[in-house]
């Protein structure tokens, strides 16, 4: 039998799915995304799915992926898209499907217990009470955990300063020397995943293995004939920020902080440690005044020699001066290989840093980018503008060149049938707003892969409306966020909470969340305010999940950025969405720019081929919060009267879900009304 009928089988009334999971039953979209998957692992090449919200595409890629027999990278967006799916999916799947399969989860070193790092922590008397509190609950936790994976770890803040004490990088890890090696959670990690069959892996892992080929990657990659992307749309954000280069100040005064430490510690009176560790901080120090006073999370253009109102010589010389440094610690821990690892690693981190100085003090590359991230310290960066080149050469190559790679020596063997071509998969419910998917393929280096969408099977013309209030200040006027808070508060306060607010800016989120705040606290309802950056995302997510529970609060969560997709609150616990303006991106970005002028260089239009297409696929992100089950009932409002005033207004609403129109704001009050009987009922 085929691995297309096996599909087919398996997807049908009577099938493995339906007699497994007594709640699956037959879907048309996600039968037809699981052939299409299916054809191309037969046959090799790249496949492209934009699948709707609700197709059940996670089930449509494994299904054809685990019956194919062939071993299989998964890679998704997050950390806990890699959780959910190791965790819950690929174990119900493997289980229904009747397959001897090991699967395996791999990420990035940050993401496990450095056993090493956390002995030195113990030994460091200069911790807080909390922080030492938090310490001694990781080290119990460190003697029953396997794996390491802090996400196992109950009440750890992912923004714990604790995190980088007991966590290694590329930077401070001692590889085979290290004491711990043998013990080592990240080497099991690469163990287990090269013994498995499926492995769950993330795209910053993927990129980063592109980048600096020592993941653990290089020698998975070459052993897998199947990979499979999913939440592909943020693939080319991801990439970039691997592909190109980058240099901080902070990573200098690290570099200074760890070499003396080391220095005076084992290797005291062989060098001037300290005059070496004053260069480095010294010359970091430097360089971030050359930028004077600057609102934090500034981007400066970086188009000529230096950024722009940054004096030239100053800036080229405080670059000089940072190579300088490096290159005189690299002499002094070139003294001191032989007597621990830790110089070793500190020699090559001081290489990388004269490297990355002399690199920026010359021209930025052609097909590059570059601009200053200013902060407490400075980060520079040269970016590639998308992923189209190294997509091409680095990762979707002939078989000729995928041969050769896995005959270099040192390589792991192939232990695909060298005769068939790989299967590449990328899907996501949002790659694009038109039928060639081009927003996502052509930045990706996808033009010649198959595509195919598949439309979501929710009734959205029953289930949500969208309405647009008009007339209401315009996005640039100064009471806008004030109208978009009270349209907010008075939807929530008929709800009961069950209401998101999506922002464009972190500026907005604060102006919009304190005057949700203050109107809520003056109708004295029992309605709490949940804001992005006051609790991590994740507690977040569980108190407006929580919310709908008896005897809990309701909730308005005010978000950005990262909300506006991945958040999944599904039935009564979100009912109505308000988008405070259309999102277009920023159009100060160096990036944003750099990819427009390359646009209107080809003769198209920056704003009609690249500020659109972003606009409408963030749109739609945000949009897909709403609606997550065929029973779910919900408004979305969007803030921003563009969307029915201007031309490209169509382009967007096409865009988005077959919602019903809400056209008054009597309208509006009917459908809360109607969303609020049907909650008391």
């Not at 001066?321 to 690892?341: G, K, Y």
């Not at 304190?514 to 609790?535: F, K």
Request: net charge neutral; with cysteine.
């Amino acid at each position: 039998m085929s691995l297309q009928a096996e599909v087919e089988a398996a997807f049908g009334a009577e099938g493995l799915l339906s007699r497994a999971a007594p709640q699956f039953r037959e879907r048309e979209g996600q039968t037809r995304m699981a052939l299409a998957v299916a054809q191309t692992i037969e046959q090799g090449g790249a496949l492209v799915v934009e699948a709707g919200t609700g197709v059940g595409k996670t089930f449509s890629y494994l299904v054809p992926a685990l019956l194919s027999g062939e071993r299989v990278l998964v890679s998704t967006a997050t950390k806990a898209l890699q959780d959910q799916l190791f965790g819950r999916d690929l174990p119900r799947l493997v289980e229904a499907l009747g397959l001897p399969l090991r699967t395996a989860l791999l990420k990035g070193r940050g993401s496990y217990l450095c056993l090493h790092r956390l002995g030195l922590a113990r030994h460091d008397a200069g911790h807080e009470p909390m922080a030492a509190r938090a310490l001694a609950k990781v080290e119990r936790w460190s003697h029953s955990t396997r794996s390491g994976d802090l996400a196992e770890l109950p009440g750890l803040d992912e923004r714990s300063p604790l995190i980088p004490l007991i966590t290694s990088t590329r930077e401070n890890c001692l590889g085979a020397q290290c004491p711990q090696f043998k013990a080592c959670h990240v080497n099991l990690a690469r163990r287990e995943a090269l013994a498995a069959d499926v492995v769950v892996i993330n795209h910053h892992l993927f990129f980063a293995d592109l980048a600096v080929r020592e993941t653990g990657m290089a020698e998975l990659l070459p052993t897998v004939r199947v990979v499979i992307f999913d939440e592909a749309h943020q693939l080319n954000e991801t990439g970039v920020q691997f592909l190109g280069l980058q240099l901080g100040t902070g990573q200098v005064l690290d570099l200074a902080h760890d070499l003396l430490a080391a220095g005076l510690q084992q290797a005291r009176g062989l060098a001037d440690w300290q005059q070496a560790a004053a260069d480095l901080d010294r010359a970091a120090r430097e360089l971030r005044l050359c930028v004077g006073k600057q609102w934090p999370g500034t981007k400066l253009r970086w188009a000529g020699s230096a950024p722009e109102g940054v004096a030239p010589a100053q800036w080229q010389s405080g670059l000089d001066a940072l190579q300088q440094a490096a290159e005189t610690a690299m002499a002094a821990l070139a003294m001191c290989s032989e007597i621990a690892p830790d110089f070793v690693r500190l020699h090559e981190r001081a290489q990388r840093l004269a490297e990355r100085a002399q690199r920026m003090a010359a021209a930025c590359a052609h097909d590059a980018v570059r601009w200053v991230d200013v902060g407490t310290q400075l980060r520079l960066v040269e970016s590639p503008l998308d992923i189209a080149e190294a997509m091409r050469t680095r990762v979707l190559r002939t078989r000729q060149q995928v041969d050769a790679q896995d005959d270099e020596p040192g390589s792991a063997p192939a232990t695909h049938d060298p005769e068939r071509p790989r299967a590449w998969v990328f899907t996501s419910a949002t790659l694009g707003a038109e039928p060639a998917l081009r927003w996502f393929t052509e930045p990706c280096g996808l033009q010649d892969a198959t595509v195919l969408r598949v439309a979501s099977p929710f009734d959205y013309a029953q289930q949500a409306a969208l309405y647009v209030p008009q007339p209401f200040a315009r996005p640039n006027e100064a009471s806008h966020g004030a109208e978009v808070a009270a349209l907010a508060a008075k939807g929530a306060l008929r709800l009961g909470g069950r209401t998101l607010v999506l922002t464009t800016t972190l500026r907005a989120l604060r102006t919009i969340a304190d005057a949700v705040r203050q109107r809520l606290q003056a109708a004295q309802g029992p309605i709490d305010v949940l804001v992005q950056g006051e609790l991590p995302k994740r507690m977040l997510m569980e108190r407006f999940r929580a919310a709908v529970e008896p005897g809990q609060r309701g909730c308005v969560l005010v978000a950005s950025a990262s909300f506006w997709e991945g958040f999944d609150a599904p039935g009564e616990a979100l009912q109505l969405v308000v988008i405070d303006k259309l999102p277009f991106p920023p159009p100060g970005d160096p990036l944003v720019e750099a990819r427009t002028q390359r646009l209107e260089a080809q003769g198209r239009s920056g704003f009609a081929d690249f500020s659109i297409p972003e606009a409408a696929v963030a749109l739609k992100q945000g949009a897909g919060r709403l609606i997550r089950r065929e029973s779910d009932r919900g408004l979305l409002v969007v803030c921003d009267t563009r969307l029915v005033q201007m031309g490209y207004g169509r382009r967007l609403l096409a865009a988005l879900p077959p919602m019903r129109r809400l056209e008054t704001a009597d309208d509006f009050d009917e459908a809360l009304a109607s969303l609020a009987s049907d909650g008391a009922a």
